[in-house]
């Protein structure tokens, strides 16, 4: 795992399409706890204190994906600790909001 905090890793990975990869994770590996502590860890390091990537996270409903998965029976204490840390951060942050302008 990589340090958090650590930008350049954090921006390489969102650019490679990272974020969506752990969200559909999150998704498709409901009865996989390992996996689903894998993906709360990945996210949470990538979201650790930058609010560019907490936007990313957002804008592509993750905040969605991470209540769901708190809430799933199945949830360990792990996933239900950091989801709601990360849960905190994403809810300060707005989503983008698109504004058509009239000509």
């Not at 969102?14 to 752990?22: K, M, T, W």
């Not at 936007?55 to 994906?65: L, Q, T």
Request: glycine share 8%; hydrophobic share 45%; net charge negative.
């Amino acid at each position: 795992m990589y340090p958090a905090g650590d930008d350049d890793t954090d921006t390489a990975i969102a650019a490679a399409g990272g974020i969506l990869v752990v969200l559909s994770a999150m998704t498709a590996h409901t009865g996989d706890t390992a996996v689903r502590e894998q993906d709360y860890m990945a996210l949470d390091n990538i979201a650790w204190s930058d609010t560019l990537m907490q936007r990313r996270i957002k804008d592509e409903d993750g905040a969605v994906v991470v209540q769901a998965a708190v809430a799933a029976s199945g949830a360990t204490e792990v996933c239900k600790e950091i989801g709601q840390k990360l849960l905190g951060k994403l809810s300060r942050i707005r989503r983008r909001s698109l504004h058509l302008v009239r000509l």
